[in-house]
């Protein structure tokens, strides 16, 4: 079974920038379509970002011009690049199949906006 680490949260001001990286046990992510998820405290999980195999992105409304999802098939690792953050993207962020098909969820890591 493929295992999901995600890392690179912490604390950042606002308008501050971080990258977030998804290690996968697997050579999975040149194969299948992959995304990163965010849940804040108190909300449903939300799908921010997605990347098809073909490398075709796709970006929730609140995020499209500041984050940027990509992936490295030699070290079966997906990034999110994520820039001018606002206290609004607090939240714990994973990455998983977008679809209905899902791998088993990996702890996820907190990012935490705040001045």
């Known amino acids: 079974q493929v295992q999901l680490v995600e890392s690179g949260g912490g604390l950042v001001q606002p308008g501050g920038s971080l990258r977030l990286s998804c290690a996968a046990s697997?050579?999975?992510?040149?194969?299948?379509?992959m995304g990163w998820f965010r849940q804040a405290p108190g909300k449903q999980r939300e799908l921010v970002a997605t990347?098809?195999?073909?490398?075709?992105?796709n970006y929730a409304d609140s995020v499209k011009g500041r984050f940027t999802i990509s992936r490295d098939n030699a070290k079966n690792t997906l990034y999110l690049q994520m820039n001018s953050l606002k206290p609004d993207d607090t939240a714990v962020y994973y990455c998983?199949?977008?679809?209905?098909?899902?791998?088993?969820w990996g702890q996820g890591t907190q990012v935490t906006v705040s001045s």
């Open positions: 697997g050579s999975i992510f040149s194969i299948i379509a």
């Open positions: 998983n199949r977008p679809g209905p098909a899902k791998l088993a």
């Open positions: 990347l098809s195999n073909s490398g075709i992105t």
